[in-house]
């Protein structure tokens, strides 16, 4: 149906400035001011990222180390893409060193191929979820850049209004009336396990490793678990419970979550939990604080490892913390919680429709469902 024809080399030095995009074996690389190939085209990775299929919707230029596709009977190239992409080509990395692809293992993939016109409706359903994934992305970047702007403000101004005098800090200005404390002068507790892996099973309490951590969610995949009895014999530093702040240490380094409302976990390698001191900070202030620019800076600013990026709990304990009362605490975490619930809404929203596209794929794409042109 389709060959995979090599793509060829285009070295960033003898690229010149052009809108034509320039495509290795991840996606884009670079712009040229010429084409290899007329669009719209499909370019498939051959070397590195082995299988990960891309979509150009214009001429472009697949560098040595991609595949690009070439029809070889009539047939719907978005439709092709769709189906590429459900077959999982990674799957078939044949090398033992970098990982390569070899093209003959793809020819021997078998697909179901409806006519013509049914190829055109699939593919213009899963385009259609695809358009409504990219336009909710773009509404959460957007809101993105309006909440770190709101914490920003908040978190160095205070609420609109209230306050009239600010003095210098070693994190800038802020109101007069606040002060400014090290992280760890404001905790009751810190959990750590790192230094330990916890012995996996196939069911029971789930682990929360670093992967598990988002920038102020934790999210439930990957799925690991530990085992009732060997939690209980495992918890020797202490148990988690909510109202903890879950923080990764280690590739990656900063993200923030907040330990989750509902059930019993486990945190894992690379992730420290705190337990803010109630009576000084407020739990939801402190996750703001450390999602803001500032803290993620100074993190960065602290990390180590070339290879593995990480940083040392002492650099985390010691960043400094803006401090006001309780109780504007208490007022500015509303104001960022409305920003927040919206962009959680629509995360969950973007992360449904992955999911729909994925079970369309596998019904659409293998011929279990049917579709009328």
Known sequence: MVALEYGKPLPAKGRRPGSVAVYGSNGIVGQHDDHLIDGPAIVVGRKGSVGKVCWSGGSC???DTTYYVSPQVQCDLKWVFYLLKEKKLSRLNSATGVPGLN???????????????EQRKIAAILSSVDEAIEKTQAVIEQVQVVKRGLMQELLTKGLPGRHK?????????????WEVAPLGGVLEKVIDYRGKTPPKSESGIPLLSAAN?????????PRQFISPTDYDAWTTRGLTRPGDILIT????VGHVAPYPENGTYQIS??????????????SKYLIFVLLADDAQSRLLDKTRGSTVPRVLKPDILGLPIPMPSLSEQAEISHHLDSTNSYSDALMSECEFLHVTKQALMSVLLTGELRVTP
């Open 213 to 221: 951590i988002g920038m102020g969610r934790v999210k439930m995949e």
């Open 165 to 177: 005098r600010f003095k210098r800090t070693e994190i800038g200005e802020i109101p007069a009336d």
């Open 61 to 63: 230029w697949p560098i």
């Open 249 to 252: 240490t280690e590739a990656p």
């Open 269 to 282: 390698r690379r992730v420290m939990a705190l337990r803010p001191n109630a009576g000084q900070v407020l």
């Open 103 to 117: 093209r003959n293992d793809a020819y021997l993939l078998s697909v179901a191929t409806p006519p013509l016109a």
